[in-house]
């Protein structure tokens, strides 16, 4: 249980921690070539997790779900790293609340189950929240907010990250923790590549302008997903996936002090509290179903 609990907060830290190296590396390189790097930093480690793998007995389910999952991966960490790009963190953070009504939407739609009261009253505080935190540049709430490119990326984003928390469960149950740890890196490198590729940026330029505190800073970003991924992937084994994610959604209120540390982003106060109320939401829907 100790064990679980420290899971639970290491991942609640560090994932808004690589928010920031993210946005911070978006501002000198294109963000799926940053998306890139963190996932050639990671697969190279992985490869000293392989030393043992059984490649002959793994189960045909392990490489079906990991590279589904690296798909889904690659794609949503990129949308992530571009809405860093061109929004602020304080509010994309936030966004993540989210994920509670796209799950719902998905059950509805795949298995007909409709959200109890508490569901219902979850929904209805995540919306509530959205106001104090989506706010246009006076301050005041619009939903043409969500015509932002920023906010439609977060969107996707989170969308595809929730299907992947699902694969990543599965992948867990047919294998172990380190291969699966490896798994998530490599399937997510195998499909980063094409994806920078398609944007037909040059490689060179990127690495031309790549300074020492820039490799630093990739190296901490590395690290930073690295640990979330072991914390993330270790929640699961031990806990349902929707109870985690609604118990990863605190992280949102360090998104929104990050974004005013690092960024000097504007309206915290007014975010930290529709973040708290969004946070209530999502732990009504997913905790009190």
């Not at 509805?108 to 409709?114: A, M, Q």
């Not at 974004?259 to 905790?287: D, P, R, V």
Request: some cysteine; glycine content about 8%.
């Amino acid at each position: 249980m100790l064990f679980l609990i420290i899971a639970i907060v290491t991942r609640i830290f560090v994932n808004p921690i690589s928010n920031v190296f993210q946005k911070q590396l978006t501002k000198f390189q294109h963000p799926l070539f940053v998306n890139l790097v963190t996932y050639v930093i990671l697969s190279f480690g992985s490869l000293f997790l392989l030393k043992d793998f059984p490649y002959k007995t793994i189960p045909q389910n392990f490489w079906v779900y990991s590279l589904l999952g690296g798909i889904c991966g690659a794609l949503g960490n990129g949308f992530i790293i571009k809405a860093l790009e061109q929004g602020q963190l304080s509010v994309l953070g936030p966004i993540n609340a989210y994920k509670s009504i796209v799950g719902i939407i998905f059950a509805y739609f795949l298995i007909g189950e409709l959200p109890n009261y508490w569901g219902w009253l979850g929904i209805a505080l995540i919306i509530i929240g959205s106001y104090f935190v989506l706010g246009n540049e006076e301050g005041k709430f619009s939903w043409s907010i969500f015509t932002q490119k920023a906010i439609q990326y977060r969107i996707a984003a989170l969308i595809l990250t929730g299907i992947q928390a699902v694969l990543d469960k599965k992948v867990i149950q047919h294998s172990n923790l380190i291969y699966a740890f490896a798994g998530w890196s490599i399937f997510g490198l195998l499909f980063s590549f094409p994806l920078y590729v398609f944007t037909k940026q040059s490689f060179k330029s990127q690495f031309s302008n790549m300074t020492k505190g820039m490799l630093l800073k990739y190296l901490g970003l590395a690290l930073s997903v690295g640990i979330m991924v072991a914390a993330t992937n270790y929640t699961f084994k031990n806990m349902q996936v929707g109870t985690a994610l609604a118990l990863f959604q605190v992280s949102i209120l360090i998104s929104v002090l990050f974004g005013k540390h690092f960024f000097k982003e504007l309206g915290i106060i007014k975010k930290l509290i529709g973040a708290s109320i969004m946070i209530s939401g999502s732990l009504l829907i997913l905790l009190l179903k």
